[in-house]
């Protein structure tokens, strides 16, 4: 799987993935579909309200504001004129003119316009329209000559006989105007409303689509990192998991968010604006259209550089996460060597190279965004510039040189958008490769396609020709074979390195091994069902963790079936049960993180609580007396007898009194078997095992 997506070591794939990354990527986004069918209509509606302001405005001032009329003589000159643009024309009552609004005025050939104007066939003069009703009276006698009627019923007035008139006056012979002013008042607010309505609908059902998606996500993710094998985590540092789980999903929650909908929206609106552009003045929807090619150019180039810087980003911030995981989980290691002063050195290292990814990014950015800025301001210009000249000869409407002033900035902010988005996008697709990468990891140990259980578990116990290598060349085990019967103790002693705890992985099958057969009440260890196993298996190790949470909770770590009565005889038979009755909180009590609150004795009878609590057949001691004072050793002893007398019981051991009651002691050397026997066997036979008793017995008698 991992080739088919082109993964490389630093997660970057190739472009003609990134399609096949989406596509998997949306079907997550299905079962939230309905959502995403809502917000993306409240995102269409959005738009063509967004669209429909400018316009609305641009009709407000040429309607209402400045709703101009301009005079035909009625004369032989005209006919022609009359003839071929008589719908948009007024007459009046004695015919000897007729009027042409300012928005019907742009339809003329502009040769025509230009024909007539030069004959004064056309006045350059300017009219208003006003009903005929009392408030004509108000004008006062000097200037009321001047104002003639319609057929229609209508009166013409000089927009002259206006100037210096009481505001007042102005507002009453202008009232049908301020009515329709009114109304597309009303009808902006209306938009605005149902804008922010939608707007709100539209921001949650996102919101509420990409936290759910990040949800499932995160949980496929999490439920597929903790099925790897221990080899898995080996190779991978833990604060690289961590991002993959956190950062990077939280990007994919950003992509959903802000590009799934919206991106969409952006396109739409620059369509509808080069619609509307066009549908008001084509030629001057052209001179804009020449910044497109431009525009284009840069986005382009600023995408695929800001791709790279964001790769670089994402890369140096897990590196980040994992310097910080490892060396904060083991800082008592760095104050006690006295190494701060050297891992600042190499945190310096590290943060200057993430400054300096970042430090690439803004780069981008700070010559994007102003050259887009500029960019905007030059299509400002060139509609002013050529907008206006048509204005000043009546080609164009004011209120359409508004509109268009309007509708190129919200031209720019889409593209600007876009381009953020395609960066979110580039960033969340840098994720998308990580997250899929470690979703597509099957470094699991293989379940076997018909698994087998006894019907009663003994905890018979056996291996045959074990042989083991970590890397494929250096083995660590060789041809290690026994046998270890229900109820029975196995005791496993030998240097450091002989293969001991490697022995106990391959029995709690974190490993599989390269040859052998181990054998668990007659059944191959790897035809058993996993969770079976690990329930019929369980480990007590040299190092133990604890989880943050309470002594209940690290007990149980989930077992539901591990009732209340079992947990207090579990206690007593690890002699936890006074210990825990004389804290504050009894068997809640907080341990802390990693158990900082508990002794290392503690700890360690803690781990054998846990172990015990789901009643296994077979219970695997690695080590687990090594770290603690004899006085505790004493303590885990007596639990240990306890424990051992019902269990199959298997003890790796360093000191060789936790062993000496064993039904028989393997001593491993460089991975084979070399002594087997009972402890005063071992000891007449005077090999390996006897010199180690005799080593350790100088020791403690020094």
Not at 314 to 327: D, H, S, W
Not at 374 to 380: C, D, H, I, P, R
Request: hydrophobic share 45%; net charge positive.
């Amino acid at each position: 799987m991992l080739r088919d997506y082109g993964y490389i070591e630093d997660g970057r794939l190739g472009k003609p993935y990134d399609l096949r990354l989406l596509r998997r990527l949306v079907t997550y986004a299905v079962p939230y579909r309905k959502a995403i069918v809502v917000a993306l209509a409240c995102s269409v509606i959005i738009t063509l309200c967004d669209l429909a302001m400018p316009y609305f405005s641009k009709v407000a001032i040429d309607r209402f504001i400045v709703p101009y009329w301009y005079r035909i003589a009625a004369d032989t000159r005209s006919t022609e004129l009359v003839h071929s643009y008589g719908q948009y024309l007024l007459r009046s009552s004695d015919r000897s003119f007729y009027l042409i609004s300012s928005l019907n005025l742009k339809k003329l050939d502009p040769r025509d316009l230009h024909k007539y104007r030069k004959s004064k066939v056309l006045s350059n003069n300017r009219y208003y329209v006003l009903s005929r009703g009392p408030d004509i009276s108000l004008i006062p006698k000097r200037r009321s000559g001047r104002i003639e009627q319609l057929e229609n019923g209508l009166v013409v007035v000089p927009v002259e006989v206006f100037k210096g008139m009481p505001p007042k006056l102005i507002a009453d012979l202008r009232k049908g105007d301020l009515r329709g002013l009114a109304v597309m008042g009303v009808v902006l607010a209306a938009l605005v409303f149902t804008s922010f309505s939608l707007g709100y609908i539209e921001y949650y059902l996102l919101e509420y689509t990409g936290q759910n998606i990040m949800q499932d996500i995160r949980m496929k993710l999490y439920h597929n990192i903790q099925r790897q094998s221990v080899k898995f985590f080996g190779k991978h540092p833990i604060g690289r998991l961590v991002t993959r789980v956190t950062n990077d999903i939280e990007n994919l929650n950003e992509m959903f968010k802000s590009v799934a909908v919206t991106l969409f929206k952006d396109f739409f609106i620059l369509a509808g604006i080069m619609a509307v552009l066009f549908y008001m003045n084509w030629r001057l929807a052209l001179l804009c259209m020449v910044l497109v090619p431009v525009v284009s150019f840069f986005t382009f180039l600023f995408s695929s550089l800001a791709r790279e810087a964001f790769r670089e980003l994402r890369a140096k911030v897990a590196k980040i996460n994992a310097f910080l995981g490892e060396r904060l989980g083991a800082i008592s290691i760095i104050q006690l060597f006295c190494a701060e002063k050297a891992q600042e050195e190499s945190f310096r290292q590290i943060n200057h190279e993430n400054f300096m990814a970042g430090m690439k990014q803004i780069q981008v950015f700070a010559v994007f965004m102003p050259l887009m800025e500029l960019l905007s301001s030059f299509g400002v210009a060139l509609i002013l510039w050529y907008g206006g000249g048509k204005v000043i000869q009546d080609r164009l409407t004011l209120g359409a040189l508004v509109a268009f002033l309007s509708y190129i900035q919200m031209f720019f902010k889409p593209i600007r958008d876009i381009s953020e988005k395609y960066n979110i996008m580039q960033s969340a697709m840098a994720s998308i490769e990580r997250i899929f990468q470690f979703m597509d990891y099957r470094e699991i140990l293989p379940e076997p396609a018909r698994a087998k259980s006894p019907k009663s578990i003994l905890g018979h116990l056996k291996a045959e020709g074990l042989s083991f290598s970590y890397n494929g060349k250096d083995v660590v085990l060789r041809n290690v074979s026994f046998e270890l019967k229900p109820g029975e103790v196995l005791g496993i002693v030998g240097h450091t390195g002989s293969g001991k705890t490697t022995l106990a992985n391959l029995l709690l099958r974190m490993y599989d091994p390269d040859q052998g057969t181990i054998y668990l009440d007659g059944i191959e260890l790897n035809s058993w069902p996993v969770d079976l196993l690990r329930k019929e298996i369980a480990p007590v190790m040299q190092d133990v963790f604890l989880f943050s949470g309470s002594i209940e909770e690290n007990i149980r770590l989930g077992r539901k079936y591990i009732s209340r009565n079992d947990l207090t005889q579990t206690l007593r038979i690890t002699n936890l049960y006074q210990m825990v009755q004389a804290l504050p909180n009894g068997i809640h009590q907080p341990v802390g993180e990693r158990g900082i609150s508990l002794s290392a004795g503690q700890q360690q009878l803690l781990s054998f609580a846990r172990a015990v609590a789901g009643k296994p057949r077979i219970l695997i001691l690695d080590e687990a007396t090594s770290s603690v004072d004899p006085e505790t050793e004493t303590i885990i002893r007596e639990a240990m007898s306890r424990i051992t007398a019902k269990q199959t019981t298997l003890i790796i051991a360093h000191r060789l009194s936790t062993v000496r009651n064993a039904h028989q002691i393997l001593v491993l050397h460089r991975g084979e078997i070399r002594e087997r026997g009972t402890h005063d066997e071992l000891m007449a036979a005077r090999g390996i095992y006897y010199r180690l008793n005799r080593l350790q017995e100088k020791l403690k008698g020094a």
